[in-house]
């Protein structure tokens, strides 16, 4: 099996960028926007993007002009038939105008199966799939602080018929503290693994906050490099983005214009310190904040969508989500909940423990959810603590399954030494 | 709701009412004389099977799944077929054909609606069909389709009232003014620029022709009723405004044809699962509501039918396009859902498992009207009255 993640280089000669584009225009036209945008974007893309991009652009080229049309023939059948070269459908990048074009042509769902065919024959072609990481335990670690009310995790919908739920014999906040902080944190067992100096230190530890309490749990006197980002941390740069957003139009095209703009603009003064020098980390957020899905409204909607694209994009050994509470929508202004609320209305903030609770445990098993969609559920194992029940939900394969009994409490030092096995097996 | 704060409410939507009439010389109270019975259309947004008609979700819908279910027919298997998106929906159902146009309304729809063929056919005056919506993706595109011998002419009264109030919270916001409980001053100038602005579409009323200038006296009043809003503590729902406005309408009105949109559950996209159930909640609320309208107002009494439906689900929890937030997946649980049917065509409440489509009430609608000549795939519901 090919290891293409060594192949994916940091940085491009002009040829090889060149060779590549003209793998692209031998593809089918709705194929091209997604790899030219990612091509333009190389240095904002993680090792695992890089590595399924090259991998991917050598399928290509592997493969013979009378094979590829062979492949490729339905696909672009249906492609004349949607009219999308006269509808003004854009090679260059995602934009919403193709989006909508495809989604409301009359063989949206049939292209879909078909594009999806085309890139799986493609990547197999290519054998890119990185065997060395895929070998790797991996870990969902979600933490449901004190301040939202869960009763039971296992009570709720199914997360995965291999799911249990245990116990706490201890403080449950002592399950976080032991799995992130320190020299016998499970970042630091991560960076002590991972190549010193390369690429994937960072991008293999990734903690995410509602609040900004995490940096601080993992902080120290020697920093351990993990991939951090606290919701709280970057209010400035949210508002500033939130009131750009907010002044898209009613019309698709415009949309996709000002959102152009928004990408382009400097937004060096707004970054919180924490991603200074950061900037693929800073794409990403901007990015994830321009694609909706409530990143830039409600803190656990951000919390779940970072989850989610970190995942599909960077595959990182290990992700610490962390949910907190949302405020409760305010009399008159919360009818524009996509306004700042703070900004638009004087009246005081109030949580919602309630409300939070349940969109939290929603979003923390599509965090899981998430998982189940790469090759790599297979080594990936899930820790969830609800501190207001002081219980943890824990799920694994069958081999790495705790042997815990089910009618015992378990000391946090027990999860921890558990949380290790899974990462370092 | 608080009663006082909902009479305020009420005033309101009576005076955006007035204004309207106003505005295109309606006559007040001119109900029609003809002998046509009443339809009333109400869709809310994208709603799940699950947080609905499942054995976990009737617990948000008491109402539509308690006295409103035991005298209607309701039609568990209703199939979106089409683009999954608010204006295509709507205009889908209200056309009786898949609609396939840019999803923020920039396009009528390309076939005729319902509300041009009743009034080409019947002869009825504009004020006889109506839209209320709450939906932002709306524009008064909808009322009318493209099509030459059909048209705006005999295109429906398209009302956004939801858009009103955002629009007033928009403005104070964009232009660095905190909206809170005691300054008036802020309110005031939102909603008198808006409602005096030449720009209706972009706040969503369907008004042709000239300008027109509000009132002081009606401003001041309605202002007055946002302002008391901002004082309360509860939160004010869309939705529950434009239950308000269309209730109105039909009180002053009684237009032959109304179709109802709400919206408030769609704060899914953001997200937050809690507040799109509270949105349900709401609109199993407000339906219950409009039903009881539907019997004390003698127009209305024993001579309407009622269709509620959902638009669409949304999308299965772990899809591609992140479940409840959206509704874009090609799914069961996005296309799959329900309608419930009350009133003069029902003489036997029952579920009728039989699957139909959405455009199947299209046809349905215009077979309760006696209307011909429609160029539409569907058949009408089964088990009707017609």
């Known amino acids: ?425 | 709701m608080e009663v006082s704060r909902r009479d305020l409410l009420k005033a309101a939507a009576a005076l955006v009412v007035e204004q309207w009439a106003t505005r295109r010389n309606f006559v007040l109270g001119n109900e029609s004389k003809t002998r046509l019975g009443k339809v009333i259309v109400v869709t809310c947004g994208g709603i799940r099977r699950e947080d609905t008609f499942s054995e976990s979700g009737l617990t948000n819908i008491p109402h539509l799944s308690g006295n409103l279910q035991d005298q209607s027919i309701f039609y568990p298997l209703v199939r979106n077929a089409g683009v999954t998106s608010h204006y295509n929906t709507i205009s889908s159902i209200v056309t009786g054909n898949w609609q396939r146009l840019d999803d923020w309304g920039k396009e009528r729809p390309a076939s005729p609606t319902l509300f041009e063929h009743l009034r080409k056919q019947m002869r009825l005056r504009p004020e006889a069909t109506w839209l209320i919506s709450s939906n932002k993706a709306l524009t008064s595109q909808i009322g009318a389709s493209s099509v030459r011998d059909f048209g705006p002419d005999y295109g429906a009264n398209v009302m956004f009232p939801k858009q009103l109030l955002i629009n007033a919270v928009v403005r104070a916001a964009s232009q660095g003014r905190a909206v809170h409980s005691t300054d008036r001053r802020v309110v005031q100038p939102e909603l008198e620029a808006m409602l005096n602005s030449d720009n209706y579409d972009g706040l969503g009323w369907n008004i042709s022709g000239g300008t027109f200038s509000l009132d002081t006296p009606t401003l001041g009043v309605m202002q007055q009723a946002i302002d008391d809003l901002i004082r309360t503590n509860a939160p004010v729902t869309g939705d529950e405004f434009t239950f308000l406005v269309s209730t109105e309408v039909m009180r002053r009105f009684a237009p032959e044809l109304l179709v109802v949109t709400f919206s408030d559950m769609e704060v899914a996209h953001f997200g937050s699962y809690s507040l799109h159930l509270v949105g349900i909640r709401t609109v199993d609320r407000l339906v219950s509501e409009l039903w009881s309208m539907v019997q004390q107002l003698p127009s209305y009494k024993d001579q309407t039918t009622l269709f509620v439906l959902p638009e669409f689900g949304r999308d299965m929890d772990g899809s591609t396009t992140n479940g409840f937030f959206n509704h874009r997946e090609d799914s069961v649980s996005t296309r799959l859902t329900w309608m419930l049917c009350l009133g003069n065509a029902v003489h036997k409440a029952q579920t009728i498992e039989t699957p139909v489509e959405q455009t199947d009430l299209c046809p349905t609608i215009a077979r309760l009207f006696d209307l011909n000549h429609l160029d539409v795939p569907g058949q009408s519901l089964p088990g009707l009255w017609i």
Not at chain 1, 172 to 200: F, K, M, W
Not at chain 1, 204 to 227: E, F, H, K, N, Y
Not at chain 1, 404 to 425: F, G, K, N, Y
């Open chain 1, 1 to 425: 099996m090919n290891t293409v993640l060594c192949d994916a280089p940091e940085r491009f000669e002009s040829t090889t960028r060149e060779s590549y584009h003209r793998e692209i225009t031998r593809l089918p036209l709705t194929m091209r926007p997604a790899l030219n945008k990612q091509l333009r974007q190389w240095d904002d893309l993680f090792p695992f993007e890089r590595s399924r991009l090259t991998g991917f652009l050598r399928g290509v080229e592997s493969m013979t002009p009378s094979q590829l049309d062979r492949l490729t023939q339905p696909l672009r059948f249906l492609e004349a038939r949607m009219d999308l070269a006269r509808l003004g459908f854009s090679e260059d990048d995602d934009t919403m105008q193709n989006a909508s074009l495809l989604a409301r042509s009359p063989y949206y769902a049939q292209w879909r199966k078909e594009v999806q065919h085309v890139f799986a024959v493609i990547e197999d072609a290519a054998h890119s799939a990185d065997t060395r990481t895929r070998d790797k335990g991996r870990l969902i670690f979600i933490v449901l602080p004190d301040t939202l009310p869960i009763r039971s995790l296992a009570a709720q919908r199914l997360w995965d018929s291999r799911g249990i739920e245990y116990k706490l014999d201890g403080a449950p906040q002592r399950v976080t503290e032991l799995a992130l902080a320190g020299a016998s944190g499970l970042p630091a067992l991560l960076a002590e693994e991972s190549e010193a100096g390369t690429d994937n230190t960072r991008a293999d530890c990734w903690m995410i906050d509602a609040d900004a309490r995490l940096g601080a749990v993992v902080g120290g006197q020697s920093p351990i490099p993990v991939t951090l980002l606290e919701y709280a941390a970057l209010k400035e740069f949210r508002d500033r983005v939130l009131a750009q957003v907010n002044t898209v139009p009613k019309d698709i095209a415009a949309t996709d214009q000002t959102l152009t703009a928004i990408r382009r603009q400097n937004w060096d003064a707004w970054w919180p310190p924490s991603l200074a020098g950061q900037n693929r980390l800073r794409s990403f957020v901007l990015e994830l904040f321009l694609s909706g899905n409530g990143a830039l409204i409600f803190s656990n909607a951000f919390v779940q969508w970072a989850a989610s694209e970190a995942l599909r994009r960077a595959r990182p050994r290990m992700i610490t989500a962390r949910f907190g509470l949302r405020i409760r929508p305010k009399p008159f202004t919360s009818i524009a909940i996509f306004e700042n609320q703070q900004k638009v209305s004087t009246l005081r903030d109030e949580d919602d423990p309630e409300g939070s609770a349940i969109d939290a445990q929603i979003l923390a098993r599509y965090i899981w959810l998430s998982t189940l969609r790469y090759s790599e559920k297979e080594r990936t194992c899930c820790v969830c603590v609800a501190e207001s029940s002081r219980s943890v939900y824990v799920i694994a394969p069958e081999s790495q399954r705790p042997r815990w009994s089910a009618d015992q409490a378990v000391p946090p030092e027990a999860i921890h030494e558990w949380m290790r096995s899974t990462l370092s097996e």
